[in-house]
């Protein structure tokens, strides 16, 4: 199935490619969650993944920025709810500038308004007022995304932390990350709210060299991380880069320990 959300990076388009190459695994886990489309794309049926019945299946969502996990508590806990708060609400420039400069009092407003902003903003950057002709007047222009969202969300736990804690809390050798960090050089696209603008490459590259689990990292493709990562497997993808609306092709990288 499909993520609910646009989301700067989100692998809509990769998930054809990154979807085939997850190897079994008892523990899924996604460390940079994002829209998580990765998690969306791949079957919720454990006996597709799963290495050993000895060991409990799990799948795990992750991400630093707390407004994002917010969100994706309140579409898991309560999407019912959640679903006729977003529908009082009409896609307007007049209510998108009013939420951007709301405090919300609640975390169940804080998501709501995560939502909105989300939806109805140019490049889901949750800055500028922009929707997609009149289809998006509604900013949920289909309830029955959410509830099945809900339900794939049932199982798979739903951590705000930093990546090296997630992937410290989680590795084994039965683990598989799917690992989407920033992009190196474009890191400052995620420093929202309260994400730290992310610079943890090498962070990161000495972490993954030391687990027990295996993953799949995407990248941006450039030399700095294919030396970083030399003596993995890396792989060249092409995909559509399409922030502007223009969608332009681009190589990016796969790099695996498999
Ligand atoms: C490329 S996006 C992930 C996109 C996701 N795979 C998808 O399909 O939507 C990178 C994510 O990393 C998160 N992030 C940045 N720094 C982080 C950190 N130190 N630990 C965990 N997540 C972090 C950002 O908030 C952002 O959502």
Request: proline share 3%; glycine share 6%.
């Amino acid at each position: 199935m499909n993520s609910i959300i646009g989301w700067v990076g989100g692998k809509r388009l990769l998930r054809k490619v990154i979807v085939p190459l997850i190897p079994k695994h008892n523990t899924y886990c996604e460390p940079f969650g994002g829209a998580a489309w990765i998690l969306f794309g791949k079957s919720s049926d454990h006996k597709d993944w799963q290495i050993s019945k000895k060991h409990k299946y799990r799948e795990v969502l992750n991400d630093i920025n707390g407004e994002l996990i917010n969100f994706w508590r309140h579409v898991k806990y309560h999407p019912d709810a959640f679903k006729t708060e977003v529908e009082k609400f009409m896609a307007s420039r007049e209510l998108f500038t009013e939420f951007l400069n709301m405090k919300p009092r609640t975390d169940f407003e804080r998501a709501m308004v995560f939502y909105y902003k989300l939806a109805c903003s140019f490049g889901s950057l949750s800055k500028t007022f922009a929707v997609r002709g009149h289809r998006s007047m509604l900013p949920i222009r289909n309830g029955d995304k959410l509830q099945q969202a809900a339900e794939r969300l049932k199982d798979v736990v739903i951590e705000k932390l930093s990546f090296d804690a997630v992937i410290n809390k989680y590795d084994n050798c039965r683990s598989f990350f799917y690992i989407d960090p920033p992009y190196y050089e474009h890191e400052d696209l995620y420093e929202r709210d309260l994400a730290d603008c992310f610079d943890q490459h090498e962070e990161l590259n000495q972490l993954l060299k030391s687990i027990k689990g295996k993953w799949l990292l995407s990248y941006n493709d450039h030399q700095y991380i294919r030396e970083l990562y030399k003596g993995f497997k890396i792989e060249n993808v092409e995909t559509l880069y399409s922030l502007s609306g223009a969608s332009k092709p681009k190589t990016e990288i796969i790099i695996r320990n498999y």
